[in-house]
Structures are given as structure tokens and as C-alpha cells.
């Protein structure tokens, strides 16, 4: 049986094959089913497929040529490889006969597939035969030895050079065509150019110029993003910024209002009444929990109605003569005593239910003024007058105000002190005193002059105060001084006297107002111990507050005394103690 190599068509005998070759091919148009090459004759069209075609047959030859290698005895292996090859070339070649204008790509995939077919039936028994024949051997050698043995020199494709072996053929195009592959060869002389961004490897400068610049187009357009959401995020974190101060300075402005009022309840600024609606309010809370009968609730409305249209202090908070009972205690007792100074006579006045809580610089003038009162170095300012209730002190401090005492001062109350609970310092004292021709000063203590926070210094200036003589005299001295105002933060307290103890320490005598009248009491009695002085007695170390002020009385007021007294109140500054 022969097989015709174009068709792959069998005939039984020569001269068929040569009829079948002179009516199936020569006298039709002879085409290459690769690159549609027409117009030459079977002969050159052999030679052209076998030189210029020679990688797309490649597979099946080499099989062909394995097979007849490892199975030369074999007639029924040649059979079947034979009959494999001449299918495929059957399928190739008759399909160019029949149609010229058939795609070469179309044919070759064709044919491939039934090489493949063919591959894979035998790819086990080929690999048994390359492991056994030359395992160090490589399969493009096999390949060149089988195409040196079964073709002529190769031919270039693409200038016509003819080498005299594959291996150089296939050198001679990776060299000389590069440029005209799928990638391009190291090892050739053309150069090569690296992208310094991807690294992807160029023959050409300028593609590769253009393929950075497409590089740094979309990096710019990156940053552009970036900047634009960069700005978006500076935009949200600025807006964010900005309710977040709004919202804290929302926040402060509510803790300063808060603030506000609570100071302004503190010193009685809130609006919520006087003396007279505290007063009320609280013999109500009195009688509405049993505490106070009805009766009695009327009886004091009554009073204090009457009161305070007079303006005058009803005295039912009022204890006089401890002063006297000071005297005699100490004369018989208080044999740790080395020496005692008392001001001149003082009634103690405390806090009542309308003024509880605010009341006690009201409290202390009361005290200060029925001292005053009750010496007659004062009869020319004060004649005539009685201690005044809360309302009245109130509307005192008003009219100073109004003759031009204390601007400041007045500015910081509002200008107003009726019918509220606003509280009273060292400076309204002094205004008052001033506008009743009272002459008097501050004196400031604004720092702690010894340890833990104590100020020696203030009982030495009290000492000094009330002593004229250190030495000598008697144990116990009622001197002319009236007694002293001391304010401190909070609160005041009326200064009464100065002990000195045998260890040579100091106490000071001090009346407070928040001392009810049931206490005080106490020391009137015959027989009064040393403990019911527990609550006058304070040592350097009782007092301990940051700052403290007091208001010491040296006498009386000329009218042109109290004028530029009244001038200089508009600039004001209390004596400083270092």
C-alpha cells in the first residue's frame, strides 16, 4: 500500500499513485495549506513545506521518526503511525485540493488535534524510551538529530538564509529577528531597555518613553486623588474641629451659667427675696412640721412686721454682758493665763431664720455698732441711734453707695441690697462705718506668714491692737479698743479680745454669729467653766484660711475727713500686710 504525501490518500500500486498524483494534484492549482503559496509545481511546493513549514509538522514527524526508531521491527506499529500521519496529511491536502481559498490557521489547528490524538496514545511509551536511550540527553537535540537526518539545510523565513543545521537556524532568528518575536533575546546585540517602574524590558526607546509617560499619567492622576481626598479629608476633620469647639464652648457657657448661679445664690443675688420672705418661708417650714404653733407664727410675723418698719433689731437674737462675765472669769480662774485684753462692752447678735445662711456680716456689724454704741467717744457720730435690723443695714449701705462710697462695690452688687440675700464683706463695713463718720481701715492678711499655712502675724498685730503695755499691769484688761471685724473667705467674726498664755502663746477671743443664743448664755453663769470658752478661744493654728481681712475702729470722722474719705474710696486699696 503507498500513501500519497500531499493527501495522505492509499493506493495499491505505483502507477495508481501516479495517476492519482496527475489528476488529484498536478493538474490542479497546488496551494500551501500555511501560507497560501500558489503557482509552483508539486515538487517545489514539497520542497517549500519541507523548508519553510518545517516547525508546524514537527510534532508528528518526530513521533514518526521516535516510533521508527524504538520500533523498527515492528510492521504493525509502522502500520499505525503511517496510517495516523497519512489521515492527517489526508485531511491537509484534500482539503486544499477541494478548496484553495481554506485558511491555512484552520488547517493546521485541524491537524494538530489529530496529532495530538496520536501524541497522547504513544507519550508513554516515547518517555519510557528517552529515560532508557539518554536521560542526560535534551529533547531539542533528539529534535536536531532527527531533522538533520530526515531534511535538507533550513532556510530563513524571513531573509532566505540558508544554515547548515536548526540550532543555528533557530540562533541566526533569535539574533537577527528579534525584533520580529513575541520577546526579545538577552543575549543578542540589539539593546534592551528596562521600565524603571515595572520593569518590563523594551527594544524600542521611544515605546518606551511613551510607556512611562502612561506611568506617570496615571500616578498623576493618583495624586490627584489623593489631593482631592486629601482635601475631603481636611474639609471633615475642620468640620469635625469646628462642632467639637461648639459643642465645648456650648458646654463651658452652660458650667458658667451653672456657676453664675450658684454664686448667685450663694450671696443671695438669685432674686428669691430678702430678710422678710426668708423669714416667712421658714416659720411656715416650722409649722407646717409641728415645730411651731400657729400662734406663734403670728406673734413673730407681727414682730417683724413691726421691725422693720422701724428698722430696728428686735433684740430676740441679742446676748449682752459677756464681757462683764469674761472680766470675772478670768479674774478668779484661768490660771494658764498670763495676761488678758478685752474690748470695751459687745453684745453678741446670731443668724436668725431670715438671714440663716447669708446673714453674718450684718451680724458682725451689729455687734461692732453696739459697741460703738456704748462709748461715749461715739456719741457725736451715732447719736441718737439704735442697732439696726438686716433690711436697714441694707438700706444704709445704699445711701453710702449713693453719696459716692464704694463705687466699685456697688457696681459688683448691682447697686442693690433691699430685698435680697446678697452677702456683705470687709470693704461694705468700711463704707458704712466711713458714711456714719466712723473713722476706721482695712487691713489685709493676704498670705500665711508661718507654717501650715498659719498667720502669726495676725495675732501679733491684734496683740498690739489692744496692748498699750506689754509688761506690768493687771492680769486682766477691759480696754477702750472697740472690738475688730475679721473676714475671711465664707465667713465673719467679731474680734472681742487677746489672751497670752504663761508659754507666751497667743489666743484670740472671737464671737461668732453662728453661735445661737443658748450657747452664749453659757458664759453669763456664776460658775462658768473653762470649757464653755472652747467656743471664743481660736489659736495660730485654728486659723488657717488662705486670705484674711479685718476692719479695725480708731475713732471718729471730721466732716472734711469723711469727704476725702468718701474721694479716695473711688481708688481704694486696703493696707497690705507683708
Known sequence: MLSCDICGETVTSEPDMKAHLLIVHMENEVICPFCKLSGVNYDEMCFHIETAHFEQNELGRNFERINKIQ?????????????CRMEVNSSIHSACASNPKVSAQSLLKDGTLK???????????SRKFLKSKEKQCDLSKIKGSVYDTMYSPPECPFCGKIEDCIQDMETHVKIKHANLLDTPVKDCDQPLYDCPMCGLIFTNYRILQEHVELHLEESSFRQGMDRVQCSRDLELAHHLQQEEDRKRRS???????????????????????????????SMEREVNSGRMHPSEFHRRK????????????????????IIEALYRYYQNAATDVRRVWLSTAV????????????????????????????????????????????????????DAWREGFDPQGASQL???????????????????????????????????????????????????????????????VCTSKPPV????QGHSRTVVGIEERKNRTLCLLIF???????????????????????????????????QYQIVAVEGVLTAEEKIARRQASQVFTAEKIP
Open 485 to 488: 471685724y475679721l473676714q475671711h
Open 302 to 321: 407681727a414682730d417683724m412686721m413691726e421691725s422693720l418698719a422701724i428698722g430696728i433689731d428686735d433684740g430676740k437674737t441679742k446676748t449682752s454682758g
Open 251 to 281: 458646654e463651658e457657657s452652660r458650667q458658667e451659667r451653672e456657676e453664675f448661679q450658684k454664686l448667685q445664690r450663694q450671696y443671695g443675688l438669685d432674686h428669691s427675696g430678702g430678710y422678710k420672705q426668708q423669714l416667712l418661708r
Open 512 to 546: 461668732d454669729p453662728g453661735y445661737p443664743s443658748r450657747e452664749m448664755q453659757k458664759l453669763l453663769k456664776q460658775d462658768m467653766e473653762a470649757s464653755n470658752l472652747k467656743q471664743l478661744r481660736k489659736f495660730v493654728g485654728n486659723l488657717k484660711h488662705k
Open 347 to 398: 453684745d453678741h447678735f446670731h443668724s436668725s431664720f431670715g438671714d440663716k445662711g447669708w446673714g453674718c456680716g450684718y451680724r458682725n456689724f451689729q455687734m461692732l455698732l453696739s459697741s460703738l454704741l456704748q462709748n461715749d467717744a461715739y456719741d457725736d457720730c451715732l447719736k441718737g441711734m439704735s442697732v439696726p435690723c438686716i433690711p436697714k443695714i441694707q438700706s444704709m449701705i445704699e
Open 71 to 83: 520500533y523498527g521491527t515492528s510492521d504493525n506499529r509502522k502500520d499505525n503511525t503511517q496510517q
Open 115 to 125: 496529532h495530538k490524538a496520536f501524541y497522547s496514545e504513544n507519550l508513554t511509551e
Open 414 to 476: 448691682n447697686n442693690r441690697l433691699q430685698g435680697t440675700k446678697a452677702w456683705i464683706g470687709a470693704c461694705e463695713i468700711y463704707t458704712l462705718l466711713t458714711s456714719l463718720r466712723v473713722k476706721c481701715h482695712i487691713v489685709d492678711f493676704h498670705k500665711s506668714t508661718g507654717p501650715l499655712g498659719t498667720h502669726p502675724r495676725l495675732f501679733e498685730w491684734m496683740l498690739n491692737y489692744y496692748s498699750s503695755e506689754r509688761e506690768g499691769g493687771p492680769k486682766v
